[in-house]
């Protein structure tokens, strides 16, 4: 992690498992480009991209390769402890305690709960942004990823997101991604009430529209009232607070 923070490697959006850095500063920065949008009398369509078992589908070969020479310039010794680390990893179930299943090999993925793996991850989708096209902004935290356009017209919008929206995709095929098409949610926030929707599609296939999206563990709305969002809060504590003695 030093190597890739004092070498400026890791991009500067990413929040996810670095220090100073929290969800925090995606959720104001994104909250803000609304407010921004409100103010200028424009409309933000969004994209708010749901990765499918991410850690788990990692192409080793690509980390690999991402490490050696496409990004990292992680060589030597480092580099040989890492693909080692990464190299015949199995596992198998465990039962009441004592009945084990057969080791099945991990072809893919990086291993969870351990020390490094959260780190190879950022490496391995730290490339995601080079997806952005003119006049699209985005935030990112490990792999929760949303991008954005802001506009006059909703339809001028959808233009800039959709060329994004399709180089995502080609980015997630190229590496071994999968993008849950049915939780890969688009959002248009306005305050306008005549403007028509607009729909994106991803490999052919409609986006879903959703109208209060939780991004980050926050529920937004399209107009920002944050009423979705308080409701929920609400609604969570009375299930905790369990029955009145």
Known sequence: MYHLETNGIISPTQSGFRKNKTTEDQLTY????????????????????????????????????????????????????????????????????????????MKEGVPQGSAISPTLF???????????????????????????????????????????VDKVSKWSQDWGLTINLNKTVTTKFSLKTKERDVTLTMNGQPLPTEDTPTFLGITLDKRLTWKPHNLSRRSTKKQHAGPKL
Do not use: C
């Open 122 to 164: 950022l490496v391995y989708i730290n490339d995601i942004t080079s997806a952005i096209t003119p006049y699209v902004k985005h935030t990112l935290h490990a792999d929760d990823f949303a991008i954005w356009s802001t506009a006059e017209y909703a339809t001028t919008a959808k233009v800039r997101v959709q060329a994004t």
């Open 30 to 105: 994104l909250v803000q480009n609304i407010e921004n949008a409100f103010q200028e009398q424009k409309s933000m369509l969004s994209v708010f991209f749901d990765l499918s078992k991410a850690f788990d589908t990692v192409w080793k070969d690509g980390l690999r390769l991402k490490l050696l020479v496409l990004q990292s310039n992680i060589q030597g010794t480092m580099y040989k402890w890492i693909s080692n680390f990464l190299h015949n990893r199995t596992a198998r179930v465990k039962l009441d305690g004592k009945y084990y299943s057969k080791q099945v090999i």
